[in-house]
């Protein structure tokens, strides 16, 4: 990467834990805010309420169950502007959102999938757990299956979603679907791996500094300020 984009800097911000659709209003409002050079790229870091995204390459025939035992388990489902197929969002899962203007990074959206890959990887690596990426299909691996997903989407060069690494979130609701649209795909998280729940505290620091590295950028922490509280607010009809 060239030094110009290595002493760009960015805002990073920890949301805690979300439902799903007010952090999707967020990465709209401020995917505009970016397109129009009112903000600098912001990294978005967010555990989920529970819930099932459709995405853009997706179908309601990989939820392998009914509403009702949805409901039954406290899970929503969402379609969703992003690539990529079916997937489960739940609390100890860290989904990490970048709000990036890809002209700074050769307008190269494959190259953008990489670095979320590698932020994932690094984070994991941080707690304990090696990984790596198979040839062809996005995400991260391990020897126990799959840990990582990612999925994006990009209007005008700027893009919102991201990567959703398991950590420690509860792998029974993965079996309610066909995870990444991947028949007999085997998901897995950073705690089966270990044995024990890593240090969420932790995994969430190395995230940010794996954000860092794989992007390039200097993030300092913004703490949820007007403009993020009024996009979070629900919008009335």
Not at 110 to 134: D, F, K, N, P, Q
Not at 156 to 162: C, D, I, L, M
Request: with cysteine.
């Amino acid at each position: 990467m060239g030094s110009a984009i290595s002493r760009r800097g960015g805002l990073w911000v920890d949301l805690g834990r979300q439902d799903y659709l007010s952090t999707f209003r967020l990465q709209e409002e401020l995917r505009r805010l970016r397109q129009a050079g009112d903000i600098r790229d912001t990294f978005l870091l967010v555990e989920h309420l529970p819930c099932v995204t459709v995405g853009r390459a997706g179908t309601f025939a990989h939820i392998l169950v009914g509403h009702d035992v949805l409901a039954r388990e406290g899970i929503a489902v969402h379609t969703t502007d992003r690539g990529g197929d079916v997937t489960y969002h739940g609390p100890g899962q860290l989904v990490c959102y970048p709000i990036v203007a890809l002209t700074d990074y050769g307008r190269d959206l494959h190259a953008h999938a990489r670095r979320l890959e590698a932020l994932m990887m690094e984070t994991a690596r941080s707690c304990g757990v090696v990984s790596w990426r198979r040839r062809g299909v996005p995400g991260v691996w391990t020897v126990d299956g799959k840990v990582g997903s990612i999925g994006v989407a990009v209007r005008r060069w700027v893009t919102t979603h991201g990567a959703a690494l398991n950590v420690s979130v509860d792998l029974k609701p993965f079996s309610f679907i066909v995870p990444c649209g991947l028949p007999g795909l085997r998901v897995t998280s950073l705690a089966e791996i270990l044995g024990q729940p890593p240090d969420l505290a932790l995994a969430r620091r190395a995230m940010r500094e794996a954000c860092e590295h794989a992007f390039c950028i200097s993030l300092s922490e913004d703490r949820r300020g007007e403009l993020l509280d009024a996009a979070l607010e629900p919008v009335s009809c």
